[in-house]
């Protein structure tokens, strides 16, 4: 069975040949970019080149580069634990900035290239380099004074794929971007294997404004992403993304550990524990504001796990499967030492509170209504110390599932308590 390891390489080599220059992984604290909190795609760090901010024919020698990028997405993180969300995830990534170019397969030149050069890269790339079987394929059908993408279409039908494979979408599936309140974005294809959206070709044509309006940009921009854990999927045919190489060791190390983990709780450790490493290992550390204040909820969270299967003391064995089978990529992965001390720092922190919350949760959490519930929350919250996301964690697991209501009346419960706390100048 082909292992991520060697996928990595294939998809390097592949493109490599092809005039692509191969750029390390950025670190998921953006640089210069003050837009995201943390980097959400393989694009990010290269959108000053989209923009022509920055020339890669000046910076890389060539207008074509490719990035295996660590990303993480902060909006999934309530939606951990079902089969396909994750939090940090790797994106497989082909780009080109260029006002122009042949847009001819067959140039393996450092020229720029467009749709036509991106799609048939990865038709051949995942044919016959992996073996795959492409089941359909989606387009932008057009809308608000933005056209049918018609080249895709005719492109996809040279391949030899028929009208009823090619799938046409509106904006909220065939337009991607921007990541942020502005930047580059534009039309995409979509590349299904096994029914699973495995590949997203974007074609930068745009820049949206912080106000939503449209400009066309000077350079015509290529930006691919394909997600190796979906990816893997589809190549080993697991059940969910979760039984891939990519997880077997630390998932391994877990079940041997405690063989009766159910499901949903195996993959929100899998996936906070992994994220948590890579994040504290790019220099994030637990606090109470923005990307600090992600880390601190996912280790909580993932303590929260780790307390009840009694998996606490065995804290080391698991931040190290997840050390061995990444830190031949990530060369700081191998400051284990930094990132156990921070995960414990910030466990030892927080033992006290969340054995005294779960103690008192059944006792407390007694209700006949939303609103009674919502009231014992805050008295969990105001009086123990427990945070709310924790407390709705122990309710989903009991199946009651927290709305959008709930939390604005814990929101106007925490500005009074807020009003009666502040202190008055006499």
Not at 342 to 360: Q, Y
Request: aromatic share 12%; with cysteine.
């Amino acid at each position: 069975m082909i292992t991520s390891e060697e996928v990595r390489k294939l998809f390097i080599n592949f493109f490599e040949k092809r005039g692509h220059k191969n750029i390390p992984s950025s670190s998921l604290i953006p640089s210069d970019d003050l837009s995201v909190l943390l980097i959400p795609a393989g694009m990010q760090p290269l959108k000053k080149y989209f923009t022509g901010e920055k020339n890669a024919l000046n910076d890389f020698g060539t207008q074509r580069l490719i990035s295996i990028q660590k990303c993480f997405r902060t909006t999934d993180i309530d939606e951990i634990g079902d089969e396909r969300h994750l939090t940090f995830f790797e994106m497989l990534g082909n780009f080109s900035f260029s006002p122009v170019g042949s847009d001819d397969p067959s140039d393996y030149s450092n020229s720029g290239y467009f749709k036509k050069s991106a799609i048939y890269w990865a038709y051949e790339f995942l044919i016959q380099e992996l073996g795959l079987k492409i089941d359909y394929v989606s387009i932008f059908k057009g809308e608000n004074n933005i056209p049918l993408d018609e080249e895709a279409k005719k492109i996809w039908l040279s391949l030899g794929l028929s009208e009823d494979q090619i799938k046409l979408f509106g904006r909220e599936d065939n337009f991607w971007g921007p990541t942020g309140d502005e930047g580059p974005c534009g039309p995409t294809t979509e590349i299904y294997v096994d029914n699973i959206e495995i590949w997203n070709l974007v074609f930068n044509e745009y820049y949206q404004e912080k106000n939503g309006v449209l400009r066309k940009l000077n350079l015509r921009g290529v930006d691919t992403g394909m997600g190796l854990e979906r990816l893997m999927k589809v190549i080993q045919k697991t059940e969910t993304i979760f039984e891939t190489d990519l997880f077997e060791p630390l998932r391994i190390t877990l079940l041997n550990l405690k063989s009766d983990i159910n499901q949903r709780d195996l993959r929100i450790i899998l996936d906070h524990l992994r994220s948590s490493v890579f994040l504290i290992s790019d220099g994030v550390l637990p606090s109470n504001l923005e990307r600090g204040y992600i880390l601190r909820r996912i280790l909580r969270r993932l303590m929260l796990k780790l307390v009840k299967y009694n998996l606490l003391d065995y804290l080391d064995q698991l931040v190290l499967a997840v050390k061995n089978k990444f830190n031949s990529i990530y060369e700081n992965l191998n400051n284990y030492d930094k990132i156990i001390n921070v995960i414990k720092g910030e466990f030892v922190s927080f033992e006290k509170t969340l054995r005294r919350g779960l103690n008192k949760f059944d006792r407390i959490v007694v209700y006949r209504n939303r609103e009674e519930m919502i009231e014992k929350l805050f008295i969990m919250f105001s009086s123990y110390g427990l945070p709310l996301d924790i407390s709705a964690e122990i309710l989903k697991e009991r199946g009651v599932f927290l709305d959008n209501k709930d939390l604005e009346l814990f929101q106007i419960l925490f500005k009074k308590h807020q009003e009666v706390s502040r202190p008055t100048n006499e």
